[in-house]
């Protein structure tokens, strides 16, 4: 697609259910970003896909939280067991392969209401 | 999580006034940026400076990578309406993956 388009644009669920954020990066480009922006806040790293290389998880902020990406394509943030403090939007961006020194272009994110 | 110092925290002004923000860290970066956020968006990238003591313009926007390499600011001038949202510096380190730490952001009021 044109740009990065992320899916639901927001989710409300009850504390201890599991979601799922789902990311279509822009065709080609081989690296996707996922972060959490809370109320008020800057954008916090989670996790960064580069094509088949092991995923940099060094943002997770927990073991209830994973992400899957195969190859280039969509990639689907899990929060397992959800908590009042996962409120936030979670952004998806992604680059072109080798692009590393500039910005990428970041989708609408999904807003997160955990109640 | 880490972040950058980002001031002010927010601004109030009229229509056709300048406006400056700033960004400090405690580490070097090898590139800043500057995006900006519109309510219920993804941020989009303004301007981007990859050189020590760098001085770039994009239009009315005007941003610049401190010598130190752990400030930058950027400065719009003649404000409009439109300018209205939250602006968000960013720094990127050594590492090739494209990690962006972000400041918590300046959020900009433009009354008319």
């Known amino acids: 697609g044109a740009g990065v388009s992320q899916s639901p644009s927001n989710k409300v669920t009850e504390k201890g259910k599991d979601v799922e954020l789902r990311c279509d990066p822009i065709?080609?480009?081989?690296?996707l970003y996922w972060y959490r922006q809370r109320l008020g806040q800057g954008l916090e790293f989670l996790i960064y896909f580069q094509g088949n290389s092991a995923p940099d998880k060094s943002g997770l902020p927990s073991d209830r939280f994973s992400a899957e990406r195969t190859g280039e394509s969509v990639s689907t943030l899990t929060i397992q067991r959800t908590q009042q403090e996962d409120s936030a939007v979670y952004l998806c961006?992604?680059?072109?392969?080798?692009?590393?020194?500039?910005?990428?272009?970041f989708g609408s994110g999904t807003r997160l209401t955990v109640v | 999580g880490q972040q950058l110092n980002q001031s002010p925290q927010s601004m109030f002004i009229q229509e056709g006034e300048d406006v400056s923000m700033n960004c400090t860290s405690s580490s070097i970066f090898n590139t800043w940026l500057w995006y900006k956020q519109d309510p219920g968006e993804g941020p989009v990238l303004l301007i981007a400076?990859?050189?020590?003591?760098e001085l770039t313009s994009n239009g009315r926007l005007t941003a610049q990578f401190g010598i130190t390499r752990k400030d930058s600011f950027l400065n719009i001038s003649a404000s409009i309406p439109s300018d209205v949202g939250i602006y968000f510096c960013a720094g990127q380190g050594s590492s090739n993956t494209g990690k962006l730490i972000f400041g918590q952001g300046t959020t900009l009021q433009v009354k008319p």
């Open positions: 961006a992604s680059r072109p392969r080798g692009a590393h020194r500039y910005g990428y272009t």
């Open positions: 065709s080609g480009h081989t690296a």
């Open positions: 400076l990859y050189k020590a003591g």
